[in-house]
């Protein structure tokens, strides 16, 4: 079912004609009292209640529409249309009105506790900023759409907990903590994909929570920390072995002192000890050579 425009009148003439009428009609009773005990006919006073009675079965159709709400129109469960004129309008008195907003709105889904993609427990929530496009499908296609959005969205977010690890250990691969950008934009389609039934339209889904679960909390920052010391480690040695290259260069190039291989694997080790040592080094002397 989609939404169909349904243009209704304008409220304000409608207004000033049902008073003016309720008026008269207050007027013609009040008048046809004073001349029913003469001429003995109760007709003229049980028109005018009839016409004040329409009248005010009239005042029930006016009913005002605010920006950025739609209003569905229903007559007897038949869908009629939806108005979405802001100001006041009048339309059937037997239609029966239900306001929708069509304003953006947001809501953060509670902090669910999922498995990622390797199976570790993570702690898990996001942010869905979402308005209603089609009134139509949002009224008689789902029960009530905005639980509808909560419980579909907090299940797209589960499904894409199971998509990615946590953090990456390998080059290449997308992870929830370092693909913030290409998660989120997963994530907005995934709900979008699942909202679309009941004519929602999602503008933003951001996560707003990402932890691991306590009970492993722990033992994972040992594993970043380690990670880290390792990643480190290679860095330093690079630039290590990269520095005493450099140096053996330097020194072959100007001649400043002829090294044979021994001494250039001395000069070698002791360097590595002590660019990649974590504390000073101490200076040993080496006294022993091949050579005699």
């Known amino acids: 079912m989609r939404e169909k425009e349904r243009r209704t009148a304008s409220g304000f003439l409608y207004f000033i004609l049902i008073v003016l009428i309720a008026f008269a ?42 920006p950025n709400q739609g209003v569905v129109l229903q007559l007897f469960g038949h869908y009629i249309g939806t108005e979405r004129t802001p100001g006041l309008r009048w339309a059937n008195p037997f239609y029966a009105k239900k306001r929708v907003s069509l304003r953006t709105r947001n809501f953060e889904t509670s902090q669910l506790k999922v498995n990622d993609h390797e199976g570790n427990p993570i702690e ?17 296609q789902v029960d009530n759409y905005e ?5 579909q969205s907090e299940a797209a977010l589960r499904n894409l907990a199971t998509s990615y690890p946590y953090d990456a250990h390998e080059e290449g691969v997308k992870s929830l ?58 860095r330093i040695v690079e630039g290590a072995v990269g520095m005493v290259e450099m140096a053996l260069e330097r020194l072959a190039e100007k001649g400043t002192v002829q090294l044979d291989e021994e001494r250039k694997a001395a000069m070698v080790s002791n360097l590595l000890v002590v660019l990649c040592g974590e504390r000073a080094a101490q200076p040993v002397l080496n006294t022993g050579t091949m050579y005699h």
Not at 147 to 151: A, F, G, S, T
Not at 205 to 231: C, D, G, K, T
């Open 25 to 66: 009609a207050l007027w013609a009773f009040v008048e046809t009292l004073r001349t029913v005990d003469d001429t003995g006919n109760p007709w003229p006073t049980l028109g005018s209640l009839l016409v004040l009675f329409l009248d005010l079965l009239c005042l029930k159709g006016l009913f005002g529409v605010q």
């Open 124 to 140: 898990f929530a996001a942010v869905v900023v979402w308005m209603v496009v089609d009134t139509a499908e949002a009224i008689f």
């Open 147 to 151: 639980n509808y959005v909560k419980v």
């Open 177 to 234: 903590r370092g693909n913030t950008a290409e998660v989120a934009a997963h994530l907005r389609d995934e709900i979008q994909e699942r909202l679309s039934v009941a004519g929602v339209k999602v503008t933003e889904a951001r996560i707003s929570h990402l932890a691991y679960a306590p009970e492993i909390a722990a033992s994972m920052l040992q594993r970043q920390q380690a990670s880290a010391i390792v990643a480190a480690r290679q």
